[in-house]
């Protein structure tokens, strides 16, 4: 409670307006889920009526909302809560905003305080690398204008995500960059005469001397004067316009460290040639070229991170490419070539050789082969014939064909793939709330050892001792930029996932990066998962009274109406034996077990030993003939018709090709495979000892495979889990990390964490080789980071010069704190070389 009144109060403080907000009578709709009946509307009318300074209440059934006008004291919060102890809920919602002008970890957690510090929010994640913020609050008690408020007062320039063409996050990267570059030249143009003017002498004799005598000798040091004016009110005044209010707010950031470094370097040398008499005795030194280097070698070190800024995020930059701008629609016989924005499904469109699909549909003419290795990561081509369904943006290789376009916008795989990859960006690793915590502090503890430098060289250091302590004093406040702290986990994330995606595996939120590297066992499922999932009917054996044909066709018509691999393949069989089959009513399926239906008035199941068990059907006469042909690898399933077994029948679905390899290199990195299934233990050992896994849990049903992970996890330790069909959801979901295999239902790819879109398993080698190369290079970027500064401060301070060595350069420190980001997002950019099964 004492943490949101503080946050509270912050919000106030940093915002002029909030109080006299607060005391405006404001009009509030809130969603509420729950209401059933005109009693729910009364009894939440009742707890909103009884806010202090609420009127105009109005709950709407048939919306499901509740509007109020309030005054007074009640917040947007007090309206949430007091619908939460009617007993009803509020849904929260994410409201997302870019941001432009943060350049360290310092800036991202004063934009995520002012933001925690709205009436309504619960959650709030600011990322420095991608420049985005999202806030988790309450549906209806903040709008998009009061987030960007939040953010505006805190110093920062907010942007709606989504707003037109020239605003996405990548273009305004790339204008920051050009901004950047124009700034750098212009500081170093008119650096270059100051440290000309300044060092010159240094380097040939008689130089200061000639100069004098050209120029003047009170002139040289207002022409520095000038230059350092000119540097400071043009390229660096992008530090000052943040920096310094920032200092007066008592929020530093890095801007103000900088500010406050090159101010101090500037104005001192402004006393020593305007009012030397200021100063103690000896003491009028110029530090012009300090304080226009400072500014310079910062803007190079911020113009190199843009440029590799923008290189870790180009994954999702080339996916938005893959998507073509025209698309050629046909209208009768003719084909016109039109804005792919302006299709609509159902429409017909013609994909010529070497160009890509414009949306997703399924081929309704001709054939060819295309390439889908931009979501599979698979290179070879996958032919596409009638009936096929092709994916927008991947590329047909050598035929032409039609396609019915059955997803277009926001709705195709390529835009629910950049989604994903651009939320997982935009996440925050576990690991990233402790370097927030100690950056908030960060920038104050230097302002404070920087204050103690300068003190004690006054009080302990030799005379002039004022110029020994303000190099001193700035060096500290440079060197100290927490630049590298805020950039070394969200650019990590950026190349890993970026990586990722190339290759086929889309990591649905950053955190599942930390989650996967700290996975000790992968369970996977069977069918699907392990096997082709395309299995085929290989033994039917009628029981006495029954004729094959009668049963398979029976069994083929109530296995139509499922979604399961081996009913397809029971369906397939009797169309291709019989042809045209009956329809079912009535139809059950129980997952786990079987399903029941009705054909032509019987009653039909199918199903395993324990469904008929469940049924009341006894199994013995071919039992045995079961365990057999479960023995050989193959799924036995019962037929039963009007309460009597009719049948037995086999289906065997061969195991995927790469499996066994892809099993020994996940072995070999140190993890324990166990397979989860619901088929018949005779089948599923004959499996894993065909593939090298040890742990296997078979004839579990949906909720059994929850259990079965909890035993392995008491075990084992934190798992992974990987599925494809319906019943592995609530399997996906209790897993540390859920990985559902992208070729299986929707149901399992939104319950999983992790998509390996060209269903091998290959792609399972690839997420964990890339997720444990992203924690290991966020350690080393953490690392480098802190130790950096941990090291540089006491330097920075003259720890040297307290044992004969020199002071540190107030130049030498900017450039080190310059190269310090520059080798983040460096060591960050080499995790686009990562991955591989090997």
């Not at 014939?385 to 035929?399: R, S």
């Not at 006054?458 to 700035?474: D, E, K, T, W, Y």
């Not at 939120?509 to 290989?538: F, M, N, V």
């Not at 450039?815 to 060591?827: C, D, E």
Request: with cysteine.
């Amino acid at each position: 409670m004492g943490s949101t009144i503080c946050a509270g109060m912050d919000a106030v403080a940093n915002h002029p307006d909030a109080l006299a907000a607060a005391e405006e009578p404001r009009r509030l709709s809130l969603p509420v889920a729950g209401m059933s009946c005109a009693s729910c509307t009364g009894r939440v009318e009742r707890a909103l009526a009884a806010l202090p300074g609420a009127r105009d209440v109005s709950v709407n059934l048939a919306t499901g909302r509740a509007s109020l006008t309030l005054s007074g004291d009640t917040s947007p919060t007090g309206v949430a809560e007091a619908i939460r102890e009617a007993g009803y809920e509020v849904p929260e919602t994410v409201t997302a905003v870019s941001i432009e002008g943060m350049s360290c970890a310092s800036c991202s957690a004063r934009v995520e305080r002012a933001l925690l510090g709205l009436p309504g929010a619960v959650s709030a994640s600011v990322n420095l690398a991608t420049g985005r913020a999202e806030l988790r609050h309450a549906a209806g008690t903040l709008a998009l204008a009061d987030v960007e408020a939040a953010v505006r007062a805190s110093g920062y320039t907010p942007h709606a995500v989504d707003r037109g063409a020239g605003t996405t996050p990548a273009e305004r990267q790339a204008r920051e960059e050009v901004a950047l570059r124009r700034d750098l030249g212009i500081a170093a143009a008119l650096a270059a005469p100051i440290v000309v003017l300044d060092m010159g002498g240094h380097l040939i004799p008689g130089f200061h001397h000639a100069l004098a005598g050209w120029l003047g000798a009170g002139t040289v040091p207002w022409l520095q004067a000038a230059l350092a004016t000119l540097v400071l009110a043009g390229p660096g005044r992008r530090f000052l316009r943040i920096g310094v209010p920032n200092l007066l707010r008592g929020q530093p950031d890095m801007n103000a460290l900088v500010a406050l470094g090159a101010g101090a370097a500037y104005l001192y040398s402004l006393v020593s040639v305007a009012a030397p008499a200021l100063l103690p005795a000896g003491a009028a030194h110029l530090y012009f070229e300090a304080s226009v280097l400072i500014i310079t070698l910062i803007l190079l070190g911020r113009t190199l991170e843009a440029r590799a800024r923008g290189r870790a995020g180009a994954a999702i930059a080339r996916l938005i490419d893959l998507s073509p701008r025209t698309a050629r629609r046909l209208e009768g016989d003719a084909e016109r070539e039109v804005p792919v924005e302006s299709l609509r499904v159902g429409d017909r469109v013609r994909v010529r050789p070497g160009e890509r699909v414009p949306a997703d549909g399924t081929v309704v003419a001709g054939e060819s082969y295309v390439d889908e290795s931009m979501i599979s990561g698979e290179p070879v081509p996958v032919r596409k014939g009638a009936g096929a369904d092709v994916v927008g943006g991947t590329l047909n290789t050598t035929g032409g064909f039609d396609v019915a376009v059955s997803r277009t916008g926001a709705d195709t795989v390529l835009a629910r793939i950049v989604r994903m990859v651009e939320e997982a960006q935009g996440g925050k690793l576990p690991v990233q709330a402790l370097v927030d915590r100690i950056t908030l502090w960060f920038v104050p503890a230097v302002m404070a050892v920087a204050a103690l430098t300068v003190i004690g060289w006054l009080a302990f250091g030799p005379a002039p001792a004022l110029g020994h302590a303000i190099v001193a004093g700035i060096a500290v406040l440079i060197i100290a930029c927490p630049c590298a702290m805020g950039l070394a986990t969200p650019v990590s994330i950026m190349v890993g996932t970026g990586r990722a995606a190339e290759r086929g595996v889309l990591f649905r939120q950053g955190a599942a990066l930390q989650a996967l590297q700290e996975a000790r066992t992968i369970a996977l499922d069977k069918t699907g998962t392990l096997t082709e999932g395309r299995p085929r009917l290989t033994d039917l054996r009628p029981a006495p009274g029954f004729a094959r044909s009668q049963v398979l066709t029976l069994a083929g018509a109530v296995e139509a109406r499922s979604e399961h691999p081996i009913a397809r393949a029971v369906t397939e069989a009797a169309r291709g034996e019989i042809g045209a089959l009956p329809e079912s009513t009535d139809f059950v399926a129980v997952p786990g077990h079987g399903v029941t239906a009705r054909v032509e008035g019987a009653a039909v199941a199918l199903g395993s030993r324990r469904h008929m068990e469940r049924l009341g059907i006894a199994v013995a006469p071919l039992e045995q003939e079961a365990e057999r042909l479960a023995g050989e690898g193959r799924s036995p399933i019962y037929l039963a018709v009007e309460g009597r077994l009719a049948a037995l029948l086999a289906v065997a679905d061969p195991v995927k090709p790469e499996a066994r390899e892809a099993i020994a290199a996940l072995r070999a990195r140190g993890l324990t495979v166990a397979m989860l299934t619901g088929d018949a233990r005779a089948t599923a050992e004959t499996v894993a000892r065909s593939l090298g896994i040890d742990d296997v849990r078979a004839e579990l049903r949906p909720e059994d495979k929850v259990e079965a992970l909890r035993a392995l996890r008491a075990v084992y330790g934190p798992l992974a889990f990987v599925g494809d069909g319906i019943n592995d959801a609530p399997a996906l979901a209790e897993a540390e990390i859920g990985i559902a295999i992208g070729t299986g239902t929707d149901v399992a790819v939104e319950s999983a964490d992790v998509v390996l879109m060209s269903g091998a398993l290959t792609g399972l080698v690839e997420a964990v080789t890339l997720s444990r190369a992203t924690m290991a290079n966020i350690r080393q970027n953490l690392f480098w980071a802190f130790a950096y500064n941990a090291a540089l401060i006491p330097v920075a301070a003259g720890l040297l010069a307290v044992f004969g060595g020199p002071l540190l350069s107030p130049v030498l420190a900017a450039g080190a704190m310059a190269l310090s980001s520059v080798f983040v997002v460096g060591n960050a950019l080499r995790l686009r070389r990562a991955g591989g099964t090997s």
